[in-house]
């Protein structure tokens, strides 16, 4: 596969599943009356935004690091100011049911399996969604040998090249991306509704989880960028950030000129 190809289509991957898991969860508070605060596609350094603009009670926000979507959800959380806690209101998560809450939580995540099934359908057109499966399930373990240390990276560059000779490559690329955030998501909500029962675990299982996630990032990038030197590398990443910057701030750009209604 093309060197050129394989970052861009990662970049057009990662922007589509981030955007849908920001609309999924965006959806599911609407549904039920709880207020979004943020809509953020990519991290922010300090209080800066390469785009920010505001609709009814929710910011937009583009950050600089393409590396996740994320939805503020007013409640989800326990919030305070100052130690004291925030009075809590009728379209905070936090007055909800527990089967709202449970919802408007791993909703999201759940919902990714949409678009995990139907990338997969396409890996194959011509063979089976049960055949096309077993063709994710090839790609998943190799990747998973390679970040567990039982294959080295010549073995699992050479399975991968014999799949992407075969198959379509772009939607076996959406199903990754599907996985990993359904992961990352699943993961973070863990880690902070435990960190609010133990404030200790908060800063050391963020910490872990972000060495855990570079360390898989790092993993899929090596394997499918296929690069060989700093040139290739800076090369992929320069094609990946600009395609997730350009596809981004588009769909930013939508949502800004979209009529105002009561629902975005």
Same mark, same amino acid.
């Given at each position: 596969m093309d060197l050129l190809t394989i970052p861009v289509y990662f970049g057009i991957a990662a922007v589509i599943i981030m955007f849908l898991f920001n609309i999924f969860h965006y959806s599911f508070a609407s549904i039920f009356g709880v207020r979004v605060e943020t809509f953020g596609m990519f991290i922010t350094i300090g209080n800066t935004y390469f785009l920010k603009f505001k609709r009814n009670h929710t910011d937009y926000t583009l950050g600089w690091i393409p590396t996740t979507g994320f939805v503020k959800i007013s409640g989800m959380f326990d919030d305070n100011i100052d130690g004291e806690p925030v009075k809590e209101e009728d379209y905070m998560l936090s007055s909800k049911t527990p089967f709202v809450r449970f919802i408007c939580t791993v909703g999201a995540p759940l919902l990714l399996l949409i678009p995990f099934v139907v990338s997969a359908m396409f890996i194959d057109p011509n063979g089976s969604l049960n055949a096309n499966f077993n063709v994710l399930n090839d790609v998943i373990y190799n990747l998973y040998q390679l970040v567990i240390g039982t294959i080295e990276s010549v073995e699992a560059h050479e399975n991968w090249n014999a799949i992407a000779n075969t198959y379509a490559v772009f939607p076996i690329i959406l199903c990754i991306m599907s996985l990993f @955030?359904? #992961?990352?998501? /699943? @993961? @973070? *909500? *863990? @880690? &902070?509704? /435990? %960190?609010?029962? /133990?404030?200790? #675990? &908060?800063? /050391? %299982?963020s910490i872990g989880l972000l060495i855990l996630y570079l360390y898989i990032l790092y993993k899929i990038g090596s394997l499918y960028f296929s690069v060989h030197n700093f040139t290739d590398a800076l090369f992929s990443f320069v094609q990946f950030i600009i395609t997730t910057y350009i596809i981004s701030f588009v769909l930013m750009l939508l949502i800004k000129i979209l009529p105002k209604n009561k629902y975005i």
């Open positions: @955030t359904a #992961f990352v998501s /699943i @993961t @973070t *909500l *863990l @880690t &902070n509704s /435990i %960190g609010q029962k /133990i404030e200790a #675990f &908060n800063v /050391i %299982g």
